[in-house]
C-alpha cells in the first residue's frame, strides 16, 4: 500500500507529477479532490475504490468500480472523484485499488 501525496491545482495551472501505481493506494478524500490515471497499456485495467464509510442506515458504503480503458494506441485517462464517503475511519483516507499495474500512472490532485 502506497500513501499518495496530493497535488494541489492552482488558478495559474499545474501540470501533475505522474508516478506509477501500485495495486493499492492511499490517497486524501475531499469535495476537490480527485485521483488521476493514464494507461498506455494494451488491456483494459480495473480501478476501484473501497467503500469503507458506514451509511446512515448502518451499511458500509459500496465499493466503486471503474474501468481505465485500452492505451496503447491512444493514451487512456480517468479521473475519479475522492468523495468523504469513501474515508476509513481508522485512516481518514481513501484506498484505491488497480487490477494490474503495467503501464499505468496515476496522481492525486486537488483545486
Known amino acids: 500500500m502506497s500513501l499518495r501525496t496530493t497535488q ?3 488558478p495559474a495551472g ?3 507529477t505522474f508516478t506509477a501505481a501500485t495495486a493499492s493506494d492511499t490517497c486524501e478524500i ?3 479532490v480527485w485521483v488521476e ?3 498506455t497499456h494494451s488491456a483494459t485495467t480495473t480501478v476501484t475504490v ?3 464509510g458506514v451509511l446512515d442506515n ?3 458504503v459500496p465499493n466503486k468500480v471503474y474501468t481505465l480503458g485500452i492505451g496503447n494506441v491512444t493514451m487512456s485517462e480517468l ?3 475522492l468523495y468523504r464517503s469513501y474515508q476509513d475511519s481508522v485512516t481518514g483516507l481513501a484506498t484505491v485499488t488497480t487490477s494490474q499495474q503495467t503501464a499505468v500512472t496515476m496522481a492525486v490532485v486537488r483545486r
Do not use: C, E, H, N
Open 8 to 10: 494541489v491545482i492552482v
Open 14 to 16: 499545474t501540470a501533475p
Open 30 to 32: 475531499g469535495d476537490r
Open 37 to 39: 490515471y493514464r494507461s
Open 50 to 52: 473501497l467503500g469503507k
Open 58 to 60: 448502518g451499511d458500509t
Open 79 to 81: 479521473r475519479i472523484p
